[in-house]
């Protein structure tokens, strides 16, 4: 069974502060790809990052970066010099290299950025 | 650039109806997936589709019908609905690259009653 587990429900961060999101998960699978996904109060779902799992190097995106550790299983989101904008639900999610691009998802963390 | 689209955005239901989500895609994708977000659980996926006639059951499909006739559209049906699929629906479309990113609509808030 795949399974992603976040456990920091709520998150908070001064502007301008830099914080860091939890996610480690768990697969059999050796060829798989991670993600970062931001849902706003629109809802709508939108990618933040994404990390080849055969790439050691550190995927970044501006001011967005992962720190994945394979061995571990874990890939945690750091953002950095936060803004207003960045209030959101932050979803974790992995899919395996097979037919269908099927995601797994954690349960979330609710990050606010304070002013 | 449309994207994914989904209708309606809202919906109730009584118990017992059957009704039909729509989903349509206009970047030929040849992926295209149903997923459900409830609180506290994530995105969970029902049913998903590798091409035109192909699907296949995802995690939680019981109560849940699909069927893809053409690339663009990725109907879900729900038969009876039930009060156990409240729920904000989500569909998705990929291209079969592996790792690319699947691309969302903005979500279906079903409420059955």
């Known amino acids: 069974a795949q399974t992603v587990t976040q456990s920091q429900p709520e998150m908070s961060v001064q502007e301008a502060e830099t914080v860091t999101l939890s996610c480690t998960y768990d697969?059999?699978?050796?060829?798989?790809?991670l993600f970062w996904y931001k849902q706003p109060p629109s809802r709508q779902m939108i990618l933040v990052i994404r990390q080849e799992a055969y790439k050691q190097q550190n995927a970044t995106e501006n001011r967005f970066s992962v720190n994945f550790q394979k061995a571990a299983k874990s890939f945690s989101l750091k953002i950095s010099d936060s803004q207003l904008g960045d209030t959101a639900m932050y979803f974790c999610?992995?899919?395996?290299?097979?037919?269908?691009?099927?995601?797994?998802f954690g349960t979330g963390t609710s990050l606010t950025v304070i002013p | 650039n449309a994207g994914v689209t989904q209708t309606p955005k809202f919906q109730v239901l009584k118990t017992g109806q059957s009704m039909t989500l729509q989903c349509a895609q206009d970047m030929n994708h040849e992926y295209m997936s149903w997923y459900r977000q409830d609180p506290g659980m994530g995105l969970r996926l029902i049913h998903y589709?590798?091409?035109?006639?192909?699907?296949d059951q995802g995690e939680v499909p019981n109560g849940y019908n699909v069927s893809r006739s053409t690339t663009e559209d990725f109907p879900l049906r729900l038969l009876s609905a039930a009060p156990s699929q409240t729920s904000v629906y989500f569909c998705?479309?990929?291209?079969?690259?592996?790792?690319?990113?699947?691309?969302f609509g903005q979500g279906t808030r079903l409420t059955v009653v």
């Open positions: 697969t059999s699978e050796s060829n798989y790809y």
């Open positions: 998705a479309s990929s291209p079969p690259d592996r790792g690319t990113e699947a691309f």
């Open positions: 999610a992995f899919m395996i290299r097979n037919t269908g691009n099927q995601f797994y």
């Open positions: 589709s590798v091409g035109a006639g192909i699907t």
